[in-house]
């Protein structure tokens, strides 16, 4: 039997998927939240964004599902020992890739190894030749001869896949479409054509495909090449980069979550009670905020450090290190960053307080647990939604330069910010390595622009100052 | 206003006294003395005798708060919070833990750090807002639009990518400038050129997208329709009635960050081996030389509420409503 493994970070995103459906649900049998909502997605952009933001989600929840595997070779009385090294579902379906290592590095797509070899000939002549990478393109008899139809066949049947599968999609989007608003199916289809005024589901479908056929393209390719090359020590750059996204979304999530109770308490205190109160909250975040993050951050890594490398015995797995890990950075970013949210709640509540309804409120004798409750949270929420939303692209950028500053992630931590990291020096290598770089940097930036673009559309639908104009 | 000004330093005070109480606990509360020693002599070396010489070295080896060996004062002086964490008040940052005078290497540090955060601030900004106005001027039409989602493309992008990507185009694939250094006088200007472009580029994109925003703002002011009205030209009433009007938030927000130019840019300098303090700082943290980080959390908080207090006097001279009292 497999064992699994709980990790903190783990048990906080899926109680983060837990709070938010729950959250959706609510929200979709109330007309005033589902009507701001509904305006974000009627945005072309916002919508496409919202699909890819989705798949990101997907592979990161995969990959926080862990366990560990049984030895082969059991200690005796039947007690069963598991392997040191921790695996996630994402590990199991991505199957082979994994453990595909090569030698060091080869190029996106190759059959050859990057560095000359070498090699001893039967009679005795020693050459330096380019050797055949042990996994990639092995199937392949003569790699100059078969390379091209190997890619062309592998290309095909991926668009093949894909056209099937979208096609089904969208068949079924249309009938669906049809059933709910009892109208003929010519009616949806010319009512779809570029030019018109086309409902969101139009661009959803089109996102969808275009991941779709991505995913197809992975699958074929992945299964015989390294996609994105192998890095120094031969690992798949590929690999390495899918699982570099669920850090960047616990870095992006955990982290304004962590602190979100404490900012919404401190500031809806400070702006509704006033006083000694407000003095000594503004006095907190003022202190914190004079610290230069960077610098908070590091001395408290640091001191982490200091902690784990005293303490090893607490710690079963390098996995469940890094975790800790992340969880600290997560929690000492969050430190650095309630502040701003605090104080625009505080702002806020300062500027409710006056309000007619609450006045009223008062003079009905409601008490003050139940004026913030029922009257000031619901009424500040807006406010935490835009900021959560505007903050995560920033946080996953974070995430890269503390890890070059050497307090972010564990150095053993698949990431982005460690992937660039490494990349530097392999960008001044000759000849030069440029896939991982590349790698990194088009999963990140596809997750922070669709992050941006969304978060932009969450604020126009949600922020009441920007309706008035 | 002279009051005004006596009160806001005044109220630095128990900010800095937080600042100092905060770090304090983090670095000798939390982690004692001797764990500091254990990772910094590494596992192999660790001898009772080998951790009390690295903290008599370095005086790590007294009381933290109160010293009941000593006589008189010496009972609250000769302790670890007064050596290390009061002197800070004083602005005497003390060595460093492999023995260096860290108020001389910051004093000698601070100008690299100025010669590049100084252009990349000034060119930024001259471009940030022709930008801003550019757009502006054309509000609502596609060079709008097309320039907003410019400015979201250029702000999704990592900073790291920035500097990696510019040193790999210009200065190894274009070889017009040397990749990183640094050098003394005007050697130097070779050498900031490549970090400056970098430094503005990275910044564009978040700059010209918030100046737009200030820009917008004014633009739907009834005053602006007012000037519309009376007939005067676009180009008159972007500049005469909006710039100077949106130029508030702009230099307020501006000089917030000036004191805090001297701290250097962290990655900049690491990446083209400037000698600045944004360097210095970098590497305090990879050698785990806790005197300089902690130095550096002192003068970075000191610089902020300079900035802080700044600010309320730029309001008061950009703009004529605005009276401290």
Redesign the interface.
Known sequence: MIRPVVLWTDALLYLLVVVVLVIFFYARRQPHLRAPWRQVLSRRLASASAVILLAYVLIGLLDSLHYRLPLKDNGEGGEVHYAVEVLSVLDYLLGPIRTRTEKTYSAPMATHLYTKEAVQHADGVQTRVYPRLEYGGRQLRDPERDFRPDVLRRAATALLETALVSSLLLAWMVRRQANRSQRPLRVILRESLPGRRAPPWMVIWITVSVLLLLFFLAVNFAAAYHVFGTDKVGQDVFYQSLKSIRTGLVIGTLTTLVMLPFAILMGIMAGYARGWIDDVIQYLYTTLNSIPHVLLIAAAILMLQVYIANHPEQFETTVERADIRLLFLCIILGITSWTGLCRLLRGEALKLRESEYIQAAVSYGASHARIIAQHILPNVMHVVLITVVLDFSGLVLAEAVLSYVGVGVDPTMNSWGNMINSARLEMAREPVVWWSLLSAFLLMFALVLAANLFSDAVRDAFDPRLHER | MFAYLVRRLAYAV??LI??NL??FY??FV??SPD??A??HLGVKRVTPEAIEKWKTERGYDKPLLYNADADAAGRLTDTIFFEKSLRLFAFDFGRSDDDRDIGRDIRQRMWPSLAIAIPVLLVGLLIEITFALLMAFFRGTYVDVSGVVLC??L???????YI?GG??LLG?LLRLMPISGYDTGLNAIKFLVLPVIIGVASGIGTGSRLYRSFFLEEA?KDFVRTARAKGLKEAHVLFRHVLRNALVPIVTGVVAVLP?LF?GS??LES?FAIPGLGSY??DA??R?D?AI?RA??FL??VL??IG?ILVDLAYTVVDPRVRLS
């Open positions: 128990p900010i937080g600042v905060l770090t983090l670095f939390v982690n764990d500091m254990r990772l979201v493309i702000m999704s992008v990592s900073a790291m990518f990696i040193q790999f190894k739907g805090l701290m962290l990655l990446f700082t970098i943290i990879n785990q806790f980080v550096m959390v970075g908080s902020y509420i802080l």
